[in-house]
């Protein structure tokens, strides 16, 4: 079993003890064509790896017809955001061509993540690479539909909840506080982007390419103020932009190169074990967003609304748990005003 963890590049940060300690409570099954794994709005108190075969991951619409949001096949995860919030899951999986699967107690998973920071730091890592590659899929799908993403002071809220004072002092003193004119390409698709960003001041435009008949066309998908965190994306999962961002107005932003982030959390597990946390709870909040304003959109359809190319309908996220977004918009405010200094 070990041979097949380390197969899939998603895994290769966790280390033997741990595949062999999943393995030891984990239970291999084999899935037919039909099975419905996970139904949305349920709470399963399982997380599953496909190890083979096919599933497909689906929205049910205002007609209770079914709407295919993207496919899921090995070496990727299932059922894994309730582990970070205790939400139930954002869609139902169904399994179109035989699947093995591994079974994974809930359970057993947030135990180890409360007591091994060690394992916590690997393990957030892999649910971040999981749901960065799941927005990929969902960013391009939704841009399809003219769905746009919320616009909410949502990433540093839950960053610097989960974060401590340490930490952020740690950011001040290793960012690099920087001014972003108006046009400026802060991050191209498809190119690597050389650090994560936090948008400081000013307004961001998030663009996707998508080819269509006419050729290339670029979209605006989202707008982004203050308190953004950009290129969080590809820095987990090490792929290139999967969108363009560009200041809409005079920015300012602070930039942690990603030499100096990758070293940091290599030498402080404990910082790590924060940081893919966060980084996990932002990008799972986006999912739901995007599929909270697929449905709305799909509402508004089938009642004869009509809806402009920019979608735009109240924030879904659910606020209660983030129990520390008061003390993260105090450490906002204190990061700002030091590197105003």
């Not at 993207?70 to 699947?99: F, W």
């Not at 070293?263 to 996990?280: G, T, V």
């Not at 959109?297 to 402009?308: I, N, P, Q, R, V």
Request: glycine share 6%.
């Amino acid at each position: 079993m070990s041979q097949i963890f380390s197969s899939f590049d998603n895994f290769q940060n966790l280390k033997a003890s741990d595949f062999e300690w999943i393995e030891s409570m984990a239970q291999a099954e084999t899935h037919q064509p039909g099975t419905v794994l996970i139904k949305a709005g349920k709470f399963s108190p399982f997380i599953y790896l496909c190890l083979s075969g096919n599933l497909i991951a689906t929205s049910t619409q205002a007609d209770d017809s079914k709407q295919q949001l993207m496919e899921i096949s090995a070496g990727e995860l299932i059922g894994e955001t309730s582990l970070l919030d205790d939400h139930s899951d954002l869609y139902s999986v169904t399994v179109t061509e035989t699947a093995q699967l591994l079974t994974i107690p809930k359970h057993n998973i947030k135990h180890r993540l409360q007591s091994d920071r060690y394992f916590a730091a690997s393990f957030y890592h892999l649910l971040s690479i999981n749901l960065s590659e799941r927005l990929r899929k969902l960013t391009n799908f939704m841009g399809k539909q003219n769905i746009r993403e919320g616009e909410a002071l949502r990433k540093v809220l839950v960053l610097f909840a989960v974060l401590n004072d340490s930490d952020i002092s740690w950011m001040v003193a290793n960012g690099r506080a920087e001014k972003a004119a108006l046009n400026t390409v802060l991050i191209q698709q498809g190119r690597e982007v050389p650090a994560v960003y936090l948008l400081l001041e000013g307004l961001v435009g998030i663009y996707l390419q998508m080819n269509n008949n006419y050729g290339v066309q670029e979209k605006e998908i989202a707008k982004r103020v203050k308190g953004e965190i950009l290129g969080d994306m590809s820095f987990v999962d090490g792929g290139t932009a999967s969108v363009t961002v560009k200041a809409l107005e005079n920015a300012w932003i602070l930039a942690i190169s990603r030499q100096t982030l990758t070293a940091k959390l290599k030498a402080d597990r404990a910082f790590a074990s924060r940081f893919y946390r966060s980084i996990a709870l932002t990008l799972s909040n986006r999912c739901l967003d995007l599929l909270a304003r697929s449905s709305t959109a799909m509402l508004s359809s089938e009642t004869g609304e009509m809806l402009s190319a920019d979608i735009e309908v109240e924030d879904e996220l659910d606020l209660d748990m983030l129990a520390g977004t008061a003390i993260a918009g105090t450490r906002f405010d204190w990061m700002i005003n030091q590197l105003r200094r």
